[in-house]
Structures are given as C-alpha cells and as structure tokens.
C-alpha cells in the first residue's frame, strides 16, 4: 500500500503551506505530494483537498483539469481532508459569483456572511471573517484527538457551509451567527479553518489526520 | 465575539537581516529573521508582518528566501510587505510561503494594481498599506492624508476615502500607519484608526506609536482595530508578546491567550 498523502493542486492558491506542515508533521514513511495529476491522486492513500478565492474559479479548475472525479472518488474512499474552499466545494451550491454549482457530494449550501450583516443588527461584523476564532467540537471525532474544545483555529474566508444534514456537522464557531466550521462523515474531515496557519492546534489536527484510519 | 483580536510583530528586514536590533537573550543570532520568527512564534504572535526595506531592487530576491526558510518552519499566517510592485512580486512572495502581501505606494501609483491582484490571487491575499498624516489644524474637524516617501511627500488624498476606495478595488485588509506617530512611542492616532475602522468592512490592523502595553489596548478599545502591529516593543524585549496578549485579555479583549 501506498503510504503517499496528496495535496490536490489545481491551481487555487498558494499549497506550499498545506505541503510544508503535513512534511512536518507525517510519519517517517509517508510521502507528501502536490499534485494535480489524476492518477497520483486516485494511487494515495489519503487526499488533502485545499483551496482559496473564488467558488466559480475552483470548479472551473477543477473540471478544465479533469479533477473532479477523482477526487470525488477520493471522497468516497479514503482518508480525505477539505481545507476551506475544499470544504465548500464538496456542498451542493454556492452563493458566491451569483450562485455556482459546486461538487454536491453533501446537500446543502454555500451561504455568505454578508447577508447575515444586512439582516442583523452586525453592522460592525467585517468581511472576510479574518482571524483566530474558537472551534467547538459536534462530534467526538478521531481528527479532534488531543484538541482542546473551544481551541483557536486561523480562519479567512467570506462564505460558510450550511449542510441540510445535521449530523455533518463535526465543529461550529460564532461570527456574528453560530455557522459550521467543520464537517466530519465515513472518510471525509472539512474544515472552514486553516490547520496549516494555525500554530500547535492546527499541528495537531494534521497530525491526527496523517494517522487516521478514516473511521470514527 | 469569539474572534480574537491579533497582534502582529512586525520586521524590518534590510538585505536578509532584521534591523532596528533585536535583543532577545536566548538568540544565537538577534539578526537573523527566522530565528527571531521563530521567537514570536514560540510566544503567540497570531501573524507576522515582514517589512522588506532593501534599497536595491538586487538584493531584493533575499527577502524571497527570509520567507521560505521561515514558512517551512513557522505555521501561523505571515505577511510580507515593501517593494511590491507587480503582479510577478505578489505571485514571488505568496509561491515562498508568505500568506498575504502588502501593497503601499504602488498603490498610490496605480489603484489598479490592487484590484488586478485581487482578482488573481483573491482578496484574502491583498493588503494595501496606509500611510497617513494629519493635515487638519488645532480646531478643524480633523482629516488625514496620504503620504509616500517614508512621510515625506503629500499625495493629496484622503485618508478615509482613500481606504474606501482600496477596499472597492478589492483589499482584503488595511494595514494603517500614522506617520505622525510612528517611531514616537506615544500611542496610536485612535481618532484616525477609528474613522478608518468606522469607514471601511474589512479588518483594520493599526500601526505606528506604540510604546507601553496599554497603547495596543487602547488601540482596538478606542481605536476599532482589529489587529494591532508593533516593532520596538517587542524587538526591544521590553514585553513578550505573551505579556501584550494578557495585558490585553485584562482589559476585557478577546484574546488567544
């Protein structure tokens, strides 16, 4: 078996920092790729599914690159980790860009915080969410082992998950709202947050993830 | 609200060294940018800012490597600032590691700068630094401007419009400067920090003046900042960013202690 963990690279920012803390964190014979090639990816054992900018941009480099299916496929059966336009993606519709249509692995919506401004009395809320913001555990998770509740995670973004399932939801954080800043099912760990950009908690849950089995 | 206010150290960086000294007694070598990275690291700093102040365009690609060598060691978000100038710069510094550039006079030069970088790395990425002077007299209703130069040369514009329009052109971040203030040690300017913070919806982190623990607090209590950037307190060692978090904590601020 392959030992090899690979970074989906499909032209969605900066990866180097995802590469450079799994490095730092793997075990002595597990491999870090970056890779944007359909076959490595569908070889590794696990998948970290990254991303930043815009929703209608990742799904256009994700479908011009042909990368879709795999990692779907990647989704479905092994360890897989989404890091915050990875998460968003794997929802059925986003908001952003006047409405795009994601990757609907998870029924549910990409919504922005912006509304949430106009319809509350928020009117100090800043855009992008930017920052150190507390996590609280949903689900008694493997990824969460050795991570305090209520531990700090760097987030940026402008856009959050809304699942119709409830019992996706693996973490929530409170910006103005009480939105979902993970989701956890089977194979599949997602977060809004940043684990390479957040310090030791960050270390910590990319650790866990380098040696999860993928079950809960 | 959870979120937590930041605190940002902030390195001039001058040909691959830190300057305006470091005295640390536990580093081998106050001078070396990633060790004191790594210092700040170790003491909660939530960012760091590098300020790139190598005159010649040469030695330029020195601040490319300072950015690698602490991105593969160093896992918190690190911004790097001065001499960015074209898209090629900002694509340099984010493929080293760095998580956003600051963008100042080129800014000023040409707006449109700003948004062509925004819309090709995302917004997340682009911070347009403010450096901004009082010109108002004693008595007026106040008003800043913005100034190139180091502070040396007035632009004309104002201060507040001028963040509106940068944050229309797609800044995910202001980073703002008093040049009144800067390197007096007297605290921020809070009226100016607050009208900016007021004016625009993305984060404002304040700089320039701080000289004691309660400048910082006073600075998003006051001032409406949500991140606040300090060099010489902290290079100086005359407080660990540790001690800055809790100062901050007990005066009421949420903070990743």
């Known amino acids: ?216 | 609200m959870a979120l937590a206010k930041r605190i940002i150290p902030c390195l001039d960086v001058d040909n691959g060294r830190v300057v305006k000294g470091v005295k640390f007694v536990d580093i081998r070598d106050a001078g070396n940018p990633v060790e004191v990275a790594r210092r700040y690291d170790a003491e909660g700093a939530d960012e760091i800012t590098f300020l790139d102040i190598t005159a010649s365009s040469d030695d330029r690609e020195t601040i490319v490597h300072v950015v690698e060598e602490v991105a593969n060691e160093v896992f918190i978000p690190l911004t790097v600032g001065g001499g960015i100038r074209t898209l090629d710069d900002v694509r340099r510094m984010l493929n080293a590691g760095a998580d956003k550039v600051a963008i100042n006079t080129a800014a000023v030069f040409n707006p449109e700068f700003v948004r062509e970088a925004s819309e090709s790395v995302g917004s997340q990425c682009i911070v347009v630094a403010i450096d901004a002077k009082k010109v108002s007299a004693e008595g007026e209703t106040q008003r800043w401007e913005i100034f190139t130069h180091g502070g040396r040369k007035p632009t004309g514009l104002d201060a507040i419009e001028w963040a509106e329009k940068m944050v229309d052109y797609g800044a995910g971040e202001i980073l703002l400067t008093s040049m009144d203030r800067d390197g007096t040690k007297i605290g921020f300017d809070l009226p100016l920090t607050r009208a900016i913070s007021d004016a625009v919806s993305v984060p404002v982190i304040a700089s320039g003046g701080v000289g004691n623990l309660d400048h910082l607090a006073d600075g998003v209590i006051e001032g409406k900042a949500d991140a606040v950037l300090a060099a010489s307190i902290f290079h100086f060692a005359e407080y660990t960013i540790q001690e800055a978090k809790q100062h901050m904590a007990d005066r009421g601020i949420e903070m990743r202690l």
């Open chain 1, 1 to 216: 078996m392959s030992t090899t963990i690979a970074v989906v690279d499909y032209g969605m920012g900066n990866l180097r920092s995802v590469s450079k803390a799994l490095e730092h964190v793997a075990a002595d014979d597990q491999k870090i790729i970056v890779s944007s090639d359909a076959a490595e990816i569908a070889n590794a054992e696990r998948v970290v599914f990254p991303g930043q900018g815009a929703a209608r941009d990742c799904m256009k480099h994700l479908k011009d690159l042909q990368l879709e299916d795999v990692v779907l496929q990647a989704a479905h059966e092994k360890p897989f980790l989404g890091i915050c336009m990875g998460m968003q993606v794997l929802m059925a519709h986003s908001e952003e860009n006047q409405g795009v249509s994601c990757m609907n692995l998870y029924a549910g919506e990409v919504r922005a915080f912006a509304d949430e401004k106009l319809q509350s009395q928020m009117q100090s809320l800043k855009i992008p969410h930017m920052g150190w913001n507390k996590v609280s555990h949903k689900q008694d998770h493997p990824l969460w082992h050795e991570i305090q509740e209520d531990s700090r995670f760097y987030f940026v973004h402008s856009y959050y998950v809304d699942p119709e399932d409830e019992t996706l939801v693996a973490g929530t954080t409170e910006y103005g709202i009480e939105f979902v800043s993970a989701i956890a099912r089977d194979n599949v760990f997602a977060a809004q947050f940043h684990p390479e950009k957040s310090a030791q908690d960050g270390l910590q849950l990319l650790k866990n993830f380098c040696c999860w089995n993928g079950q809960k």
